[in-house]
């Protein structure tokens, strides 16, 4: 960060609430100077979708109020189904000209029309291929246009100005992996999975190099839903229930009814690494990291264990970064550390290391 420009905050916008991270890197390594959530009515964000624009500005406009935000530039996150992540083998280019001809390169490999969507790519590696002669791998990321513009607009209508949009799911393993951040090496790849209320994201990697992106529209939130059905619940208090079960209180009957969208929710995440799995060298999965308030759903991550045949560690995004600046307690730290993933990794992402 220069001198005299102002610090980029990290907006996550999330189906349950918008939540924002400031951090600043000293000699001693990043700091969390702010951080604030505000809750959303269910609708307002649908699967990662903005839904509701009025409602949704509103909600962060008081979010920067609560967080007592001077800054106005935020970097936004998105995950949802209009952003596709697919990793493509193409015929070998110098990368100038491949820039050159992307959209003509790529438009086969993304369901998505080139002409209405924002491109990204990484170029992961070239190699000779036994019938294909000189192949690159590259790692695309196509946004919707209209959905990117979607996001800026909302920022905007807030009173921000929006300095750029960032794949959530890679903000996500910013925050909460040293290796994703190249600061140390792992012998296989991990795999980091972020279990929100109803989007997934998933990322595997190899040493901070993406192998495999996955946004999953299902989450935690299909759990209260069966709540509210089998008991006739209220959502707010399918919820609560919820939240008991997860700390170890309530009924057989609720446990019951949670464990059949937990189920769902496990083979879809065990879905998406056996696929990255069989891809062709694809690297073993030595370490899973887990986070996300989906993450807190009774028997979630016992049921992974299972499913995966391996441990599944819970990520701690604010152990990588002082605390003491934001202003939270130790109890808040624990509060918001499952849910502050996405935010904070936005914010790192744009903190000038
Ligand atoms: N203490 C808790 N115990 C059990 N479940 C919880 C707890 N806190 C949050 N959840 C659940 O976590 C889910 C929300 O997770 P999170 O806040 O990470 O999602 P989000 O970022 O708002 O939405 P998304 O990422 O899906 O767009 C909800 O289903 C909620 O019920
Ligand atoms: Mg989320």
Redesign the pocket.
Known sequence: MGIGSAPVVGL??????V?AAQITSGRSGPSLVKFAQVA?PPGV?A??EIRDEGSLSEAIAELWKRAKLRSKKAVLGV??QRVVVRQVELPYLEEKEFRSSLRFQIADHIPLSVDEAEIDYEILADYESADQGRVMRVLLVAASSDMVEQFVGVAAAAGLQPVGVDL?PFAIARAVSPAARGEVGLAGAEAIV????????IVVHHNGEPRFVRILVI???D??HALEQAMGWSFEDA?AA??D???GFGSEDARRVVAGPVTRLVQEIRGSIDYYLSQEDSEPVSSVLV????????GLLDELEQALEQSVEVAAPLAEVDVTRSGLTDEQVAQVE??AA?AVGLALGRDGR
């Open positions: 996550d916008i999330g189906t349950s609430a939540r959303l964000v699967q990662g995950a949802n959530a972020d279990i929100g209320g109803e989007v997934t994201n989450g935690a939130d759990a209260t919820e919820k939240f079960l997860a700390g986070t996300g308030g989906g993450s807190l759903t009774p499952p849910v996405a």
